[in-house]
T-cell receptor, first 114, second 113 residues
Framework: EAAVTQSPRNKVAVTGGKVTLSCNQT?????MYWYRQDTGHGLRLIHY???????EKGDIPDGYKASRPSQENFSLILELATPSQTSVYFC?????????????FGPGTRLTVL | GEQVEQRPPHLSVREGDSAVITCTYT??????FFWYKQEPGASLQLLMK?????EINEGQGFTVLLNKKDKRLSLNLTAAHPGDSAAYFC????????????FGQGTILKVYL
């Protein structure tokens, strides 16, 4: 069964609205990541976390917040959604040490901001 | 910090032909390298990984070559088939990037009959 799940899978939001994307992992990995994928840009890191209670800024954090309330859950929050945040968002979990730092991805969330 | 350049952005080959995707990186302290495959509308799946210098890793019809001297990573497909049509991403882990992967821009591979 899927080890990294995301909800919702599709979301339509209005400009200025609040959006929360959720991610759950059963890999027992310390690290979790949020990316967005846009044509021509590949994957860009938004926020990541080393464990429960920690969040770190990635390469493009502006307009996004993150929350890691537990080992299993990592949320991405758009307080005031804008059309430029229309994208596909991927969550991933990753190991630390050993065969680090491969990451395992969720199925993605397609977000449209009108 | 680490920068990864992936080429080509698009690649179209006939079934049975070979295909090569290349990534170059900047941090000489990079130490873990990955290739991910993304089929249309789907998530990224780990395809292959390599850790040692000048390592050849084979599997699923692909060969991965790593040349640390030239800071170059390549994914070689010896005999393409339509099921290989997908986007492919390289990813690099380096001391300068901490516990993050730096991804290439991706290559969309199309295999036609």
């Amino acid at each position: 069964e899927a080890a990294v799940t995301q909800s919702p899978r599709n979301k339509v939001a209005v400009t200025g609205g609040k959006v929360t994307l959720s991610c759950n992992q059963t890999n027992n990995h310390n690290n979790m990541y949020w990316y967005r994928q846009d044509t021509g840009h590949g994957l860009r890191l938004i926020h990541y976390s080393y464990g429960a209670g920690s969040t770190e800024k990635g390469d493009i954090p502006d307009g996004y917040k993150a929350s890691r309330p537990s080992q299993e859950n990592f949320s991405l929050i758009l307080e005031l959604a804008t059309p430029s945040q229309t994208s596909v968002y991927f969550c991933a979990s990753g190991v630390q040490g050993g065969s680090s730092y491969e990451q395992y991805f969720g199925p993605g969330t397609r977000l449209t901001v009108l | 910090g680490e920068q990864v350049e992936q080429r080509p952005p698009h690649l179209s080959v006939r079934e049975g032909d070979s295909a090569v995707i290349t990534c170059t990186y900047t941090d000489p302290n990079s130490y873990y390298f990955f290739w991910y495959k993304q089929e249309p509308g789907a998530s990224l799946q780990l395809l292959m990984k390599v850790f040692s210098s000048t390592e050849i890793n084979e599997g699923q019809g692909f060969t991965v070559l790593l040349n640390k001297k030239d800071k170059r990573l390549s994914l070689n497909l010896t005999a393409a088939h339509p099921g290989d049509s997908a986007a492919y991403f390289c990813a690099v882990s380096a001391t300068s990037s901490g516990q993050k992967l730096v991804f290439g821009q991706g290559t969309i591979l199309k295999v036609y009959l």
